[in-house]
């Protein structure tokens, strides 16, 4: 964060050169800013700010937060995902508090992709902001809105589920319309239903739950 105080200001040539202080955030007015989609998270013990002698606050607090997100699985495992992290602060209405964004959207992106170091099941993609004036009981409020792209990765999915779900229904009719006699194919359809019964146990407990539409691979 950074902000301009115009009440805070000297000459470093009066006070040995001195050009910038460190100095705790409950000594001077701080932007009081919430994240609208927290759930929980760790609050940072860096509670200080630097102060340069023009006036210009700087505070670098990192923040290790949960955040609540809607998923879209319709397209398991092939989806592509959007969660937001809104910033705002309603102490102040618009015409007090204004928040804007420093960088921009591709310096947020690669910045991000330093920091994203894991491989894991997601890929980061892209970062975009939205700046808005959210009205509240007729005040208006200034939000940054940062729109988070991610992308699923499948290869695990594709091995595990989609693979043999496709070689277990190929087994099956190409047993169904075989020469073998009757009593073999109903052994076989009976071993291929209790196949399927327990890739349907591994499915379910692979597939995510929190969305409103089932993934297409649950449905067939």
Known sequence: QEWQNPFATWDPQDFCNISEIVLPMDTYWSPPVFILERVNGQNPELDYMVLM???????TRPFQVTLTCSLIILKFPFDTQMCNLSIASFLYPVTDYVMKTRRTPAEIMEQSQS?????GEWKFTNVSILEFTEMVDDKGFS??????????RPTLYILNLI?????????????????????????FQIAIILGS??????????????????????TH
């Open 163 to 187: 693979l043999p779900t496709c070689a277990l229904y190929l087994l099956d009719m190409a047993v169904l319309f075989g020469p073998s006699s009757l009593e073999e194919k109903i052994n």
């Open 115 to 119: 920091f994203f170091l894991t491989d």
């Open 143 to 152: 939000v940054v809105t940062y729109v988070i792209s991610m992308e699923r």
């Open 197 to 218: 019964s327990m890739l349907a146990v591994i499915l379910n407990n692979s597939l995510p739950t929190s969305s409103n539409k089932p993934p297409i691979i649950g």
């Open 53 to 59: 002698h023009n006036g210009s606050f700087n505070s």
